[in-house]
């Protein structure tokens, strides 16, 4: 079975400035990771992924994030965050296997003052 | 636009009641996924479908029940509705194939009053 941790519920930041995310997971076989953001009164939308290869994963917005495996992590850092950051940012994780189900993280509510 | 159609957007329902919930996942995607999202229990797996068939199920009540058509959508039934159901729920689908994305609908936000 897999899970994931992430550690801070919510985390203020002021606008320009750097932020990190932090996802923890724990699972018994290898698995994808997800970076998932949900912006107010919105659906959950795909930030980016780590299937393979590079552990710095570069995904949209300016999100990165990167692949530890000895400290199953899978941070997400973006370098300057913009007010139109401020949403809910969810790590997720998914087995390796055909059609696998995926499971979240509680959330981390990203809010970013002027 | 996630190519994810769920139907209703909304619904207002009293106790006891009986609702289904549409889930028109994207072209050619043959699992579909239900998750709901609460303020005390964050997102949690429900139930997903793989090309018809149940494959895997989580935290899903008894009275919730779901089904996956031939033709791919899936429809999830709540009965007995109780004031804690209220809920955002949300569909998500991905192609089962080594998938490596689901993509989420809108959500159906479901009160119980």
């Known amino acids: 079975a897999q899970s994931v941790t992430q550690l801070d519920s919510q985390v203020p930041v002021f606008e320009e400035a750097p932020v990190e995310l932090r996802c923890n997971y724990s699972?018994?076989?290898?698995?994808?990771l997800f970076w998932y953001v949900q912006y107010p009164n919105q659906g959950l939308q795909l930030l980016l992924k780590?299937?393979?290869?590079?552990?710095l994963v570069k995904g949209i917005n300016g999100f990165e994030a990167e692949f530890n495996k000895s400290q199953t992590s899978f941070h997400l850092r973006k370098p300057s965050v913009h007010i139109s950051d401020t949403a809910e940012y969810f790590c997720?994780?998914?087995?390796?296997?055909?059609?696998?189900?995926?499971?979240f993280g509680s959330g981390t509510r990203l809010s970013i003052r002027p | 636009d996630s190519g994810v159609t769920q139907t209703p957007k909304h619904l207002i329902t009293a106790t006891g009641q009986r609702v289904t919930l549409r889930c028109s996942p994207r072209?050619?995607?043959?699992?579909v996924y239900w998750y709901q999202q609460s303020l005390d229990q964050g997102l949690q797996f429900l139930i997903q479908?793989?090309?018809?068939?149940?494959?895997a199920k989580g935290n899903i009540l008894e009275r919730f029940s779901a089904q996956q058509f031939p033709d791919l959508h899936s429809e999830l039934n709540l009965s007995s509705l109780e004031l804690g159901d209220s809920a955002l729920y949300f569909c998500?689908?991905?192609?089962?194939?080594?998938?490596?994305?689901?993509?989420f609908g809108q959500g159906t936000r479901l009160t119980v009053v």
């Open positions: 998500a689908s991905s192609s089962g194939r080594l998938n490596t994305e689901a993509f």
């Open positions: 699972s018994s076989v290898s698995v994808y």
């Open positions: 780590y299937l393979s290869g590079s552990t």
């Open positions: 997720a994780v998914m087995a390796y296997s055909s059609a696998s189900k995926i499971i």
């Open positions: 072209s050619g995607d043959l699992s």
């Open positions: 479908y793989y090309n018809g068939e149940e494959r």
